[in-house]
């Protein structure tokens, strides 16, 4: 998946106290959850791999987006808006 909706105003009220490197920490997961069109692996080390967090308050941030914005389940970090975008554009 290479496009996907982004609703602006939903987007700023859900992360309205966030900083600039939590911001980027939640674009960078939920692109990389598109762009696989699954969940998020368990392993954090190689998500924060690819999402290129290297700082630690970006590896804290990354932490703290999976932690309160996604569900850690069996098969990995899911995410409801994100699962039912990828079924629409699926079918």
Do not use: W
């Amino acid at each position: 998946m290479h496009y996907f909706k982004f609703n602006l105003k939903d987007y700023a009220f859900a992360t309205m106290y966030f900083d600039y490197v939590h911001h980027g920490a939640y674009l960078k997961l939920i692109s990389l959850y598109y762009e696989t069109e699954k969940p998020l692996p368990l392993d954090v080390d190689f998500v924060l791999k690819r999402v290129m967090a290297n700082k630690q308050e970006e590896i804290d941030a990354v932490k703290h987006i999976l932690d309160n914005f996604f569900t850690k389940t069996e098969v990995g970090y899911v995410q409801k808006r994100c699962d039912d975008l990828i079924a629409k554009y699926q079918a």
